[in-house]
């Protein structure tokens, strides 16, 4: 069973491509499965577009849902359909977006933080002259960001765990207790993490998490899915395959897809 839970398309401002390319893209692709999962609007902020170029506008919202749902329909039959959301992770904000999500008809939720100390975490500038101890920190923190997120349990699956890498490849080198802390945590919550093929697109290169965080992920008993995290039709189902051979040779034997926010496990 082929499939991708992590795509994207031209209502979030910074992918190309609509719904519909998608779909086509995948069943070209031989995919059996296919989720969409563009980013949510900010829903605790005034506007009705925040950071236009980020994630789509409130009042788009509805509309992604109904086209989703409609293309659902019209494919049925050639492939499954999967409705999800990219979800920033706001810990100031965990009530209303949990109120949110509850009230509508979503297959899951991918819960990702892309923000911390109110900078985009691929901003070239955060990492600008950044000291060893900076880097650290940071790290830490984002690690303690992942593991608050899959506490709250508003989330199916943690996106790109490791993505603080993603423009300072560096901080993948640097050890550190917090990431078998994270680890330990979204075990113990029972909450999915992907494995996101999107490094290729940022500088860090590879896949998220990075071959050891993925070992160590094994190793604790954290459940896996998979997700390209397409901003670009081309990019569905990137190394699909590849990640299948990976995960096999470390020690999985099933992955997990989801359907009315119920996990599924599919075998590898």
């Not at 992918?15 to 998608?22: Q, V």
């Not at 989720?35 to 609007?41: A, L, N, T």
């Not at 078998?180 to 494995?195: F, P, Y």
Request: negative net charge.
């Amino acid at each position: 069973m082929k499939f991708d839970l992590h795509t994207h398309h031209a209502r979030c401002g910074h992918a190309r491509g609509e719904l519909r390319d998608y779909v086509e893209a995948a069943i070209s692709a031989g995919l059996d499965i296919l989720g969409f999962s563009d980013h949510s609007p900010f829903f605790a902020e005034a506007a009705d577009h925040h950071k236009p170029g980020v994630a789509m506008a409130k009042s788009d919202f509805p509309g992604y849902l109904a086209e989703a749902a409609a293309l659902r329909e019209e494919y049925r039959g050639r492939i499954r359909i999967l409705i999800g959301v990219e979800s920033d992770f706001f810990p100031e904000h965990v009530g209303l977006y949990r109120r949110i999500y509850e009230g509508i008809d979503l297959d899951y939720v991918i819960g990702s933080v892309h923000v911390m100390g109110g900078t985009d975490i691929f901003d070239l500038r955060r990492w600008e002259n950044a000291s060893p101890e900076f880097l650290l920190e940071e790290k830490e923190k984002y690690c303690e960001l992942i593991a608050d997120s899959a506490r709250s349990g508003m989330f199916d699956i943690l996106g790109h765990i490791d993505a603080l890498r993603g423009n300072c490849p560096e901080i993948g080198s640097i050890k550190t207790a917090a990431v078998d802390r994270m680890l330990r945590v979204i075990a113990e919550s029972d909450t999915v993490v992907e494995v996101n093929t999107s490094g290729g697109t940022k500088a860090c290169g590879g896949w998220y998490p990075q071959p050891d965080v993925l070992e160590r992920a094994a190793y604790f008993g954290v459940k896996i899915t998979f997700g390209s995290d397409a901003h670009v039709p081309e990019r569905i189902a990137e190394d699909h395959e590849l990640v299948r051979k990976r995960l096999r040779e470390i020690g999985y034997r099933e992955w997990y897809v989801f359907e009315g926010r119920e996990r599924r496990s599919l075998p590898l």
